[in-house]
């Protein structure tokens, strides 16, 4: 299955720090998502594109892998 452009995945393995949005906001291409930490390193998500995020499948302090989803954003 190919991934669609909305849908927002994990850089690489760690735990989320913070999540900047919430289901239902809307988003700008290159706004932040979310924040990743992985060995003292935090990497920030961006928004693919413009839309409306449509599903939140992470919260703080959850352990996630490289590619794992994260957000949809339609």
Known sequence: MRASRGQVGAP???AISSVAV???QQVKKG???LVLEAMKMQSTVYAPMD???TKKLVNV???VDAKDLLLVIE
């Open 12 to 14: 690489i393995p760690g």
């Open 22 to 24: 919430e289901v239902g």
């Open 31 to 33: 706004e932040r998502l």
């Open 51 to 53: 839309g409306k995020v």
């Open 61 to 63: 302090g959850d352990k």
